[in-house]
């Protein structure tokens, strides 16, 4: 009892510091219970995923009601990340647990530069005859009161890198926000809110495609997950109340170095071939 205790402190801890930094609870999630719990790596994503889903779904209607989140965007983007999110998830069934360690840490270092970069905001006109005139891949959002509109640019290649930011999710399962966020911003030019908020309502999705092979591979465990799934919500919520009054520039450089730290950890594990 006293450890599910613990499990649920350190729950509210992720979410914590995942919505604090943008970088969701599932990259402290993992290390807390391969390191910490010595839960076995498979187990711990198992229990990552589904945490992922609980977070994501309540920011996402919220977006959705607000008109950033791109639907139209989102589900054909999706279509990438649920076959790379299943392929993900298949190939982890074959992985040793100590070589996704390593893939663990060099994707959470990855992450955490991306987080810190500038992130630029685009607000690029409709091609007409384009592709993605063709997609209908463009929209409007609020900006102070005032409608925006935009459109997606370079469709292919951004579709390519969401197909390995689904892999990443299903492999680690983490949401590998910051690689569908770069893959909108940097690739298709989305405006900054349109790409996180449609990012947002993405990695749910994302999450379930791969949950279910976890589930069926008998890899998400009730005992373990629950005390997780509700941690870190309770933690998400108390993140996102506290990012309203704090200083997030600061705050993410310093996040940013502590899971640079635990990166590096999970990685001397993985090496050493700790995690089982």
Same mark, same amino acid.
């Given at each position: 009892m006293s450890e599910i205790i613990i499990l649920f402190l350190g729950a509210i801890s992720a979410g914590l510091l995942g919505s604090l930094t943008g970088l969701g609870g599932g990259v402290i999630i993992i290390p807390l219970l391969t390191l910490g719990f010595g839960v076995p790596m498979h187990y711990a994503i198992g229990a990552s995923l589904i945490s992922v889903i609980g977070t994501s779904s309540g920011a996402a209607v919220a977006f959705v009601k607000e008109g950033f989140t791109n639907m139209r965007i989102g589900m054909f983007l999706e279509i990438a990340t649920t076959a790379g999110a299943i392929v993900g998830a298949l190939v982890s069934g074959m992985l040793n647990p100590n070589t996704i360690g390593i893939i663990f840490a060099s994707i959470l270092l990855l992450t955490v530069i991306l987080n810190l970069k500038g992130k630029p905001d685009h607000q690029e006109p409709l091609i007409q005859g384009s592709l993605e005139e063709k997609l209908k891949l463009f929209g409007t959002f609020p900006d102070k009161g005032v409608l925006k509109s935009y459109s997606a640019r370079n469709t292919v290649p951004g579709f390519l890198m969401m197909m390995f930011?689904?892999?990443? =999710?299903? &492999? &680690?399962?983490?949401? =590998?926000?910051?690689?569908?966020? &770069?893959?909108?911003?940097?690739?298709?030019?989305?405006? *900054?809110?349109? =790409?996180?908020?449609?990012?947002?309502?993405?990695?749910? !999705?994302?999450? !379930?495609?791969?949950? &279910?092979?976890? *589930?069926?591979?008998?890899?998400?465990?009730?005992?373990?997950?629950?005390?997780?799934?509700?941690? +870190? !919500? +309770?933690?998400?919520?108390?993140? =996102?109340?506290?990012?309203?009054?704090?200083?997030?520039?600061?705050?993410?450089? *310093? *996040?940013?170095?502590?899971i640079t730290i635990l990166s590096v950890y999970m990685m001397y594990n993985g090496i050493n071939k700790s995690f089982r």
């Open positions: 930011a689904g892999a990443m =999710s299903g &492999l &680690l399962g983490i949401g =590998s926000g910051a690689l569908k966020v &770069l893959a909108m911003d940097n690739m298709m030019k989305l405006p *900054f809110k349109v =790409s996180t908020t449609t990012s947002n309502f993405m990695i749910g !999705v994302t999450a !379930v495609a791969s949950a &279910l092979i976890y *589930f069926q591979r008998g890899e998400i465990v009730p005992v373990i997950v629950a005390p997780v799934l509700i941690g +870190v !919500v +309770v933690g998400s919520f108390i993140g =996102s109340k506290t990012l309203m009054v704090s200083k997030t520039k600061k705050l993410k450089v *310093f *996040f940013a170095i502590v």
